[in-house]
Structure formats: structure tokens, C-alpha cells
């Protein structure tokens, strides 16, 4: 397979991570300030919690999608045209993140249409999710070395993100708390098999 031409590893990364940057950067706008009358500030913050939950649940998202991008990336031993199409569709749905993180926010807080937004709010994780698979599946053909497949760490995003969206339609409750736990899993999962793997050694 040859090299693309103009186009190498440092370039794609560095592309990647100013997406990465600016996507987990604009989801803060989706957290508005608060116009009250005086002595109202701090009942109005704390009840400003949906907010603070989609952000969070949104951000630690952005983060693990880049933590587990650079981890492919840097372990391919070169990259292709097609790789970085896949790529770019991945950067697509991660830039998109910041939208519907901001109509979940809104509409918590408005008291109507909580369904609708959650499966705004699915549709794009399952996007997010279809395209960081393939994204994977693609980059395993440049690995310098080939780990065994991680079929926990792959479905699990791939079977609970498009669930959540659609019990969203029954349960906006129910599916924040799926979509929290996802990104939970995806956090604590490497981290418990590094700590396996070295007490092990």
C-alpha cells in the first residue's frame, strides 16, 4: 500500500487535535448565564444542574474519543487516502457534538420537549460511535503491531448509544443516564486494564 502523497501522520494529527480542541472548547457556550433579580444567583446555578451534566457528559466524551485517537493513531505504521476520509468523518460528528449538547441543555431546563432533544443528542453519539468503529477497523491495517480485537470495548458504544437514543422517545431520564455510563465505561475501561496488565508483569 503506498504512502499518501503531501500528506503524512503529523499532519493528519495535528489537524485532528485542533478539531478536537475547538469542539470541546464550544460546548461551554452551551451553558448560559443566568439573567435573574437580586438575592435569586445561587438557586438559579444550582438548578442550572442539566447543564452542567450535558456539558460534562459531552466533554469527557470529546476527551475519550481523542485519548483513543491518538492511541490508534500513534501506533500505525503509515496512513492512506481512505484512512483519511474515515478520518474526517469521525472529526465531522465530533465537531458536531457541541450543537445538540447545547439544545439538550436548553430544553432540560425549558420543561418541554426533553425528548425530542435527548434523541438529537443520540443520533449524533450513535453517529459519533458508527464512525470511531470504523475509523478502527480501517487503522487496524496499518498497526504496527496487531493486539488482539477488543470486542468489549467496541460494541459496547456500537449497541448502547443507538439504545439510548431510542428510549429517549419514552425516557429522556433513562437515556441521559445510559449516555453518562457509556462514556464512564470508556473512561475506566483502559485505565483498570493498565493496572491489570501491570500487576501483572
Known amino acids: 500500500m503506498s504512502r499518501v502523497v503531501g500528506v503524512n501522520k503529523t499532519r493528519a494529527e495535528a489537524f485532528s487535535d485542533g478539531v478536537f480542541a475547538v469542539a ?110 470504523l475509523f478502527s477497523l480501517y487503522a487496524r491495517r496499518f498497526l504496527r503491531t496487531h493486539a488482539p480485537f477488543d470486542w468489549l470495548g467496541f460494541s459496547t458504544g456500537l449497541a448502547l448509544f443507538p439504545l439510548a437514543t431510542l428510549l429517549a422517545l419514552i425516557s429522556f431520564r433513562l437515556s441521559l443516564a445510559i449516555y453518562a455510563c457509556v462514556t464512564l465505561f470508556y473512561v475506566a475501561l483502559p485505565i483498570i486494564r493498565e493496572r491489570v496488565m501491570r500487576s501483572r508483569n
Open 24 to 133: 470541546a472548547t464550544l460546548l461551554v457556550f452551551s451553558l448560559a448565564v443566568p439573567e435573574v433579580k437580586s438575592g435569586l444567583l445561587s438557586r438559579t446555578l444550582l438548578n442550572e444542574w442539566p447543564s452542567y451534566a450535558a456539558y460534562a457528559i459531552s466533554f469527557m466524551t470529546i476527551v475519550v474519543i481523542w485519548v483513543n485517537h491518538h492511541v490508534v493513531v500513534d501506533s500505525m505504521d503509515h496512513i492512506d487516502r481512505p484512512f483519511l476520509f474515515l478520518n474526517a468523518l469521525l472529526l465531522l460528528t465530533v465537531a458536531a457534538i457541541p450543537f445538540p449538547t447545547a439544545v439538550l441543555a436548553y430544553y432540560l431546563q425549558s420543561g418541554h420537549d426533553q425528548q425530542t432533544a435527548a434523541f438529537a443528542y443520540g443520533v449524533t453519539m450513535s453517529a459519533m460511535a458508527i464512525a470511531f468503529s
